[in-house]
């Protein structure tokens, strides 16, 4: 099982940016996925989940400003980031879960990282 992050980079605040996770050994029907995020110096948080059949789920930091999608036949998650915070500056990781939720405990596997900055 192997999850590649991608789309990190320097964005204005108000801008956007999509992040890319593709997946290997594995299909997006085995496994909902989840983005987690660590802004320096804080904790991982879980930020958005899509289960099997194409639920979607958000933290209140996020919502109404990320959309995550999924596409079967690129076996890839998005997450499109619209209207950007500096407070939305970190690593976003994402992950296969064991269920639905934000807490790391119900993560399976992790994939590496991407930075993403808002900043000025």
């Known amino acids: 099982v192997q999850l590649q992050a991608s789309g990190g980079g320097l964005v204005q605040p108000g801008g956007s940016l999509k992040l890319s996770c593709a997946a290997s050994?594995?299909?997006?029907?085995?496994?909902?996925i989840g983005w987690f995020r660590q802004a320096p110096g804080k904790e991982r948080e879980g930020i958005s989940n899509i289960a099997n059949d194409g639920s979607t789920y958000y933290a209140d930091s996020v919502m109404g400003r990320f959309t995550i999608s999924g596409n079967t036949a690129e076996n890839t998650v998005y997450l499109l980031m619209d209207s950007l915070k500096p407070e939305d500056t970190g690593v976003y990781y994402c992950?296969?879960?064991?269920?639905?939720?934000?807490?790391?405990?119900?993560?399976?596997?992790w994939g590496q990282g991407t930075q993403v900055t808002v900043s000025s």
């Open positions: 050994g594995f299909t997006l029907d085995d496994y909902p």
């Open positions: 992950t296969a879960m064991r269920d639905i939720g934000f807490r790391r405990e119900y993560v399976a596997y």
